[in-house]
Nanobody, 124 residues
Framework: QVQLVESGGGLVQAGGSLRLSCAASGRTLSSYTMGWFRQGPGKEREFVAAFYWSGSSYYADSVKGRFTISGDNAKNTVYLQMNSLKPEDTANYYC??????????????????WGPGTQVTVSS
């Protein structure tokens, strides 16, 4: 079992930055593909970014060039650096982990493990 907990959400003005963290317990993350997803008000959950510990990463078109996913093996933590935030980035952001999916495949189906989410609100 992998337990994931997100942190770092909050309220930020458009154009600002936030860094989300996803800390894991129970298992080391080094054998899992990691992903970030989000669900905005009245919207379905959508894929944001995925990362594997070899350095491979993949992004949704809507965040490419603005968001960066990374990981710290020693801290068993994955990050999502979000820059140039827009009001449409407002959502609850979820961390996910899956063993066996590629970074591109994380956008399909439902990963095995999820955190409870952290709210990001971007004001205009």
């Amino acid at each position: 079992q992998v337990q994931l907990v997100e942190s770092g959400g909050g309220l930020v003005q458009a154009g600002g930055s936030l860094r989300l963290s996803c800390a894991a317990s129970g298992r080391t993350l080094s054998s899992y593909t990691m992903g970030w997803f989000r669900q905005g008000p009245g919207k379905e959950r959508e894929f944001v970014a995925a990362f594997y510990w070899s350095g491979s990463s993949y992004y949704a078109d809507s965040v490419k060039g603005r968001f960066t996913i990374s990981g710290d093996n020693a801290k068993n933590t994955v990050y999502l650096q979000m820059n140039s935030l827009k009001p449409e980035d407002t959502a609850n952001y979820y961390c996910a982990a899956d063993r066996g999916r590629s970074t591109t495949d994380m956008q399909y189906g439902r990963p095995d493990y999820w955190g409870p989410g952290t709210q990001v609100t971007v004001s205009s």
